[in-house]
């Protein structure tokens, strides 16, 4: 439900897609990579996904740090764009 209710249209559509979809078959550390995702304000998370920010000031936190599930989500959200999901 956290995916769908995130407060920003695009993220509510990126995130709750996915959640619906390939995140249930996650290997428990992209799980984990996951919910730590979901604290992250949806301004930064966009940009993260959207790969127009790929650095972070703040080092233990950030697009470089949930790289593996932002490609994951970025991948999924491309393709449902392309019609193949």
Do not use: C
């Not at 290997?27 to 650095?55: F, G, H, I, K, M």
């Not at 703040?58 to 449902?80: E, F, N, T, V, Y």
Request: aromatic share 6%; hydrophobic share 40%; glycine share 8%.
């Amino acid at each position: 439900m956290r995916s769908w209710r995130r407060g920003m249209k695009e993220m509510d559509l990126i995130l709750g897609h996915f959640a619906d979809g390939p995140l249930a078959d996650l290997p428990e550390d992209d799980l984990s990579a996951y919910e730590a995702l979901l604290s992250e304000n949806d301004q930064d998370l966009y940009l993260w996904v959207t790969r127009r920010v790929t650095e972070n000031p703040d080092p233990d936190r950030g697009p470089k740090q949930l790289s593996a599930i932002l490609d994951r989500i970025a991948d999924h959200a491309a393709g449902r764009l392309a019609g193949q999901g």
